[in-house]
């Protein structure tokens, strides 16, 4: 069956860095996007940082631009997320997306906090 297994997350000090994975299964990687969203408590889903199927395009949220960098491996079934530079409004649940045509996968979600 399908699966998007977040993992990487935890505390963290402002200014430090965290490096979240996404490992997928059930399904053919290489032909999805691949999009990290995040929900910060009372909040809504927000898209994070988007990566196409070859890898080629980004996007960033303008929050996050020059800080996190969205890189994936297509041979290992997965994305990564690597936060650098991280501040207490960072504080959220990851959740790791998959979208392909008609298909659209989540993750269970992996909480970082950000916090002195």
């Known amino acids: 069956q399908v699966q998007l297994v977040e993992s990487g997350g935890g505390l963290v000090q402002p200014g430090g860095s965290l490096r979240l994975s996404c490992a997928a299964s059930g399904f053919t990687f290489s032909e999805f996007a691949m999009t990290w969203y995040r929900q910060a408590p009372g909040k809504g889903r927000d898209l994070v940082a988007s990566?196409?199927?070859?890898?080629?395009?980004?996007i960033y949220a303008d929050s996050v631009k020059g800080r996190f960098v969205i890189p994936r491996d297509n041979a290992k079934n997965a994305v990564y997320l690597q936060m650098n530079s991280l501040k207490a409004e960072d504080t959220a649940v990851y959740y790791c997306n998959a979208r392909g045509g008609l298909r659209n996968y989540w993750g269970q979600g992996t909480q970082v906090t950000v916090s002195s």
């Open positions: 990566i196409d199927s070859a890898g080629g395009y980004t």
